[in-house]
């Protein structure tokens, strides 16, 4: 096939094309009819992956708890896929507070700069103010009770309780595993057909990301850049270095802590790992939420990577929700960029309490666009740095969240691959080498 038939090459001259569209756009004052004529496509393909979400959480999930032979192999991959996930996730906090403390951003933001932001971004602080602090007032174990939803349909309602739909997929999937297999079976095979066609729904919705993928990048270009492009200057020669260090963060996490555990851990190609998965990553980049991503990310972990749907069922749409790994490595960075530029210090302690707020904070993060800078307020607030300073790094914090969303998605594939080869659940073949025969898979 020649390349540019290549879904991912595709995905990838959309989005160069809408990024080139977004900055031309900006200069010639296109921005009225690019969100009249451009982004409703943008936002029909996000409300097109949203859609099948949840059907593709329950259907998958339900089934492929229901496949296990019993509850011991469930507790056993769930131990260790959320091992796994606090694991990856500690690393990437780690690799994000070297970065800020040697390369020390906050140091080079001039004070008047410092003093322009925090007037433009007053009134959005306000905003993220009052949300963290609903998260805040909440009691200790509130995280816990807001995992068990009182009514599924509510829950099904929104992307942001998508946890709530993880949970109950689990629990009626364990329910099925006790009842009697006649009794279980209608259910099952129900859930299955409405496995694949939600398979086949994505794969419709897929033909159309390059058009969705250009649309999302041309209006988000268009809305930052719009009427203020001299200003877009000024804030990345202030925030360049704050960027930099965050984007080098996020490309150590991706390039070598991936690629090393994989090597240690899996028989995989690297090279064909990362063709396999991109197509996932580039919608994670467009659309910044691994919600929204994740019927991508099954659907390539399972064709391209060759991770069972037992494994991938399970493990994907609970690490869309719980595994954050570049949600957590910007929010230490962030929030020390901030503490520097304001002149505070932190000491060790406080950098520890950094890594302990954004392990659960990560976790706590809804897999949608900005979730992660609410979550970072918490954090300024456990180290007692003013929560204000946040009006410092929102004017960049769109294009961070597209590159945090895509180190996300590719965590939660490289735990799904993982996962699977130590049950012995990787298709081999489409590496191209001998075909490993899933044995767990007919339990
Ligand atoms: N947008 C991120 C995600 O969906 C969350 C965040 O860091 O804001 O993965």
């Known amino acids: 096939m020649p390349w540019y038939r290549k879904l991912h090459w595709q995905i990838i001259i959309g989005l160069v094309l809408g990024l080139v569209y977004g900055i031309v756009a900006a200069i010639l004052g296109w921005g009225q009819f690019t969100s009249d004529w451009i982004a409703p496509f943008g936002t029909i393909f996000i409300n097109l992956l949203k859609l099948i979400a949840v059907p593709l959480i329950l259907a998958s999930l339900i089934t492929g708890v229901a496949s296990l032979s019993d509850l011991r192999k469930l507790s056993r991959i769930g131990g260790k896929t959320i091992a796994i996930y606090m694991f990856t996730t500690l690393v990437a906090l780690v690799i994000g507070l070297t970065i800020v403390n040697v390369l020390q951003p906050g140091k080079t933001v001039p004070p008047e700069m410092r003093a322009k932001l925090e007037a433009t971004y007053e009134g959005d602080v306000q905003e993220r103010e009052v949300l963290a602090d609903v998260t805040k007032q909440r009691g200790p174990l509130q995280p816990l009770v807001d995992i068990v939803p009182e009514n599924l349909f509510d829950s099904a309602s929104s992307n942001r309780n998508m946890l709530q739909v993880v949970f109950f ?46 649309a999302l990048l041309a209006d988000t270009i268009n809305s930052v850049a719009r009427d203020n492009i001299n200003e877009v200057g000024e804030l990345l020669a202030a925030l360049g270095y704050y960027c930099l260090a965050v984007i080098l963060g996020l490309a150590i996490h991706g390039a070598v802590t991936y690629p090393v555990l994989l090597k240690l851990f899996t028989p995989v190609k690297l090279g064909r790992f990362f063709s396999g998965i991109s197509p996932a990553q580039l919608v994670a980049f467009s659309t910044s939420s691994s919600g929204a991503t ?33 949600t957590a490595l910007y929010q230490a960075i962030a929030a020390v960029f901030i503490a520097q530029t304001l002149g505070m210090g932190l000491d060790l302690a406080a950098q520890l309490t950094i890594v302990f707020t954004a392990l659960l904070a990560s976790i706590g993060t809804a897999a949608v666009p900005s979730a992660g800078i609410v979550m970072l307020v918490i954090i300024l607030e456990a180290v007692g740095v003013p929560s204000q300073g946040i009006a410092l790094i929102l004017g960049v914090d769109r294009i961070l969240d597209m590159l945090r969303t895509v180190v996300n998605v590719t965590g939660d594939a490289t735990v799904a691959t993982l996962v699977a080869t130590t049950e012995d659940q990787l298709d081999l073949s489409v590496y191209g080498t001998a075909a490993s025969v899933p044995t767990a898979s007919s339990g």
């Open 169 to 214: 997929a689990i629990f009626a999937g364990v329910g099925l595993l006790m009842v009697p297999r006649e009794k279980a079976e209608p259910l099952i095979s129900f859930f299955d057909g409405l496995n694949a066609l939600v398979i086949k729904l994505v794969e419709l919705i897929m033909v159309t990301a390059p058009l969705g993928v250009f």
């Open 294 to 326: 994740l019927p991508v990310t099954m659907e390539v972990t399972e064709k391209n990577l060759g991770v069972s749907e037992e494994v991938s069922s399970f493990v994907l749409p609970l690490g869309a929700t719980i595994n954050m790994d570049g």
